[in-house]
């Protein structure tokens, strides 16, 4: 079974950064295309970032592209989103996700989640 654990969420200021980390346990992270989704309060859970397997391909939903960045190590079992320049609306609960090793911005196709990591952005 594949196990995700998010760190990294707290409050930060419009403008602000954080870095958001979900370690992978279980399997070998190398084998599994990593997600990072959000949901704020009375809205659904939007994709936010996914990088493949290997990492050789990224991809941004268009709210964050140019702010956040997606990285992996996958000798660490660790991907890492780094969000820069955050504002209000960034202000969600973020998970991290696992599936095969291609991405997809369907939050159903993810079967392994963690617990989820609170961001909040004040203006």
């Known amino acids: 079974q594949l196990q995700l654990v998010e760190s990294g969420g707290g409050l930060a200021q419009s403008g602000g950064s954080l870095r958001l980390s979900c370690t992978v346990s279980?399997?070998?992270?190398?084998?599994?295309?990593i997600a990072w989704f959000r949901q704020a309060p009375g809205k659904e859970r939007e994709g936010v970032s996914c990088i493949s397997s290997r990492g050789s391909t990224v991809t941004y939903a268009d709210s964050v592209k140019g702010r956040f960045t997606i990285s992996r190590d996958n000798a660490k079992n660790t991907v890492h989103l780094q969000l820069n320049s955050l504002q209000p609306e960034d202000t969600a609960v973020y998970y991290c996700?696992?599936?095969?090793?291609?991405?997809?911005?369907?939050?159903?196709?993810?079967?392994?989640w963690g617990q989820g990591t609170q961001v909040t952005v004040s203006s």
């Open positions: 996700a696992g599936r095969g090793r291609v991405c997809t911005a369907v939050a159903g196709a993810y079967g392994s």
């Open positions: 279980g399997f070998d992270s190398e084998y599994y295309a």
